[in-house]
């Protein structure tokens, strides 16, 4: 499965608990090499079981994964892949200094890469304090930390703003930015849409188990509408109905929308002026990520992401 | 393996837990082994009695005496060393954190063992070694001549000892990784050692099959193996039901068994 350039590969991927639940159904993902992606979805959609089983921590119950060319859990790829996975679960009574040295133990990787993770996250101050003793911030930069120790190709950070207040959130995000924006590829999952939005390159969208949509950030955006204000009002609907089709165009509060490529505003104008209509503002309306997100789901008969 | 056993070692070094139950251990095999009969000794109304009081402290008698509380207490703890160290790991989520590092899951597992082993055997060597100290400086109170058992005899009652200890140690671990946590193995498995074999053992005079059954149990062949090293019947927990190889090879069985049964789970099962 998968080219060079493929690090994370899944083909109908299902994961099902006895006869009733399916917790991931069918689903089919591809990570490349370099990228940033973003696995978006609801609580409960199925993000953290499908990692899991990319860690090998959970069986599959039918389809295959492969990461960085192997099985998932296959000691070679694990050593080039560094993960969160939900809360960082480390141990309560070692320093954040200790407990990554037992993770450097289990890694088989040199303590001496500790001190450069623990100054990446920020931690070095407190290297020394006990883990129990740590904010949900600093645990979940430690977590990082700990999975930075291994210099992975590879991060797989699963909901990793979770629980944090603001400030710690744009921290960590600004933080996996960075870790992304070299030749490190970031699996990221979160349901949380203007974080995926910040950091992603690519998204899948996952809903009840399924993966719903997988592209760019701008492709699931759409190419958005166009916005005219213009008088006469029905003299200019009659007009874009003419140039685009009537299905592609909306009045709303006395404001035409028109399904249009905002490349062709230019265009428009011309043509809406020609027809002696005044057109008193014209501007691109793209759709946000969350619009995108809810129309899909919607599709779907699901709308409630977080 | 042995990149995971030094993590296990790391771990157990820091944990207050593992620090407690040594303390624990040392302490009481010193409350009942050597203060209580010292006790026993300085109050004795007749001379005879003080005598066999005051000889059953000394050194000839350390390996008896340091080892009569492993069927019993120092084995409940031996158990809940064992299902803290693995169902902690559920407890906290760690063992995920573990299992997605490098090593594969049977690696994890035999580091874990192996650091166990070491735990156990250290609190061993820690009992025997307070035993002796503590039976020498008894003798050497009341002048008494030191009469140590051959170095021989010492490695067996260690060894015996280890055991003992390390098969309630993995039936602990094992208890921990069939629940996946560490509450109710650490329950049960007391309720086995202080409640159902106590059961069975009043009940194997007055029935043949928990006469038959008695035989089998863990703690009564741990038991038997403390009588075959010298210790007392009337110490509870120690008992002749069956002789020392039978009991050292039953406790072998066990230990396997246990090590198997949770190799198998964690192996299997999906870590969550």
Redesign the interface.
């Known amino acids: 499965m998968g080219g060079k350039d493929v690090l994370v590969e899944t083909r109908d991927l299902t994961k099902r608990y006895g006869t009733r639940i399916v917790a991931v159904d069918r689903v089919s993902l591809t990570v490349r090499r370099g990228e940033v992606y973003g696995f978006l979805g609801p609580n409960g959609a199925g993000k953290t079981t499908t990692m899991r089983m990319l860690l090998g921590l959970i069986r599959p119950t039918s389809g295959a994964a492969s990461v960085l060319g192997r099985a998932p859990g296959h000691p070679e790829s694990l050593a080039r892949v560094g993960a969160l996975v939900e809360a960082p679960a480390l141990y309560p009574y070692l320093s954040g200094l200790d407990n990554l040295r037992v993770i450097a133990r289990y890694a088989g990787v040199p303590e001496g890469r500790i001190a450069a993770a623990l100054e990446k996250v920020g931690l070095t101050d407190r290297s020394r304090d006990r883990f129990a003793t740590y904010s949900l911030g600093m645990k979940q930069r430690l977590g990082i930390a700990a999975a930075l120790l291994k210099d992975p190709e590879l991060l797989i950070l699963d909901e990793p703003t979770n629980g944090l207040d603001p400030a710690g959130m744009v921290d960590i995000r600004d933080l996996i930015r960075s870790l992304g924006s070299g030749e490190r590829t970031v699996l990221l999952s979160s349901h949380m849409l203007g974080e995926v939005e910040q950091i992603c390159d690519r998204v899948g969208v996952i809903s009840r188990g399924r993966l719903i949509a997988e592209s760019t950030v701008e492709e699931l955006r759409g190419k958005g509408a166009l916005l005219v204000v213009a008088k006469p009002l029905e003299h200019a609907r009659q007009r874009a109905e003419q140039l685009l089709g009537a299905e592609r165009v909306e009045v709303h509060d006395r404001t035409l929308r028109l399904d249009a490529d905002p490349a062709t505003a230019g265009q428009i104008n011309r043509e809406l002026v020609g027809a002696g209509i005044e057109v008193a503002e014209l501007r691109p309306m793209e759709r946000t990520l969350e619009e995108a997100f809810l129309a899909m789901t919607d599709q779907k008969g699901e709308s409630n992401v977080g | 393996m042995l ?2 056993f ?2 296990e070692m ?2 157990l070094r ?3 837990a593992a620090w407690v139950l040594l303390l624990v251990s040392l302490v009481l095999s010193q409350v009942f082994n050597y203060l209580v009969p010292y006790a026993g000794y300085l109050t004795a109304d007749n001379e005879r009695a003080a005598e066999r009081i005051l000889m059953s402290t000394m050194p000839e008698n350390f390996i008896p005496n340091s080892i009569g509380g492993f069927p019993l207490f120092a084995g409940a703890l031996a158990l809940t060393l064992g299902a803290v160290s693995i169902g902690s790991e559920y407890g ?3 063992l ?9 899951r049977m690696s ?1 597992y035999a580091g874990e063992l192996l650091a166990l082993a070491v735990a156990v055997l250290a609190i061993v060597v820690s009992i025997f070694a307070l035993g002796a100290l503590t039976s020498s400086a008894i003798a050497a109170s009341q002048s008494e001549s030191m009469d140590w058992p051959p170095l021989t005899e010492i490695a067996r009652g260690v060894a015996s000892g280890w055991l003992i200890l390390m098969m309630w140690c993995v039936l602990g671990a094992m208890l921990a990784f069939l629940f996946r946590g560490m509450a109710l193995p650490i329950g049960l498995g007391v309720v086995w050692i202080l409640g159902v074999e106590n059961l069975v053992n009043v009940a194997a005079p007055l029935l043949d099959f928990a006469e038959a059954l008695q035989r089998g149990l863990p703690g009564v062949n741990a038991g038997s193996l403390v009588s075959a090293l010298g210790g007392g019947s009337d110490t509870p927990g120690v008992n002749s039901a069956v002789d020392g190889t039978q009991a050292a090879l039953v406790l072998v069985a066990y230990a396997v068994a246990f090590v198997l049964i949770a190799a198998f789970a964690l192996q299997r099962r ?3």
Not at chain 2, 96 to 104: A, D, E, H, N, Y
């Open positions: 990149a995971s030094w993590a790391l771990k820091n944990r207050p906290w989520g760690t995920k954190t573990i299992m997605f590092q490098r090593p594969r994890v999906d870590v969550t």
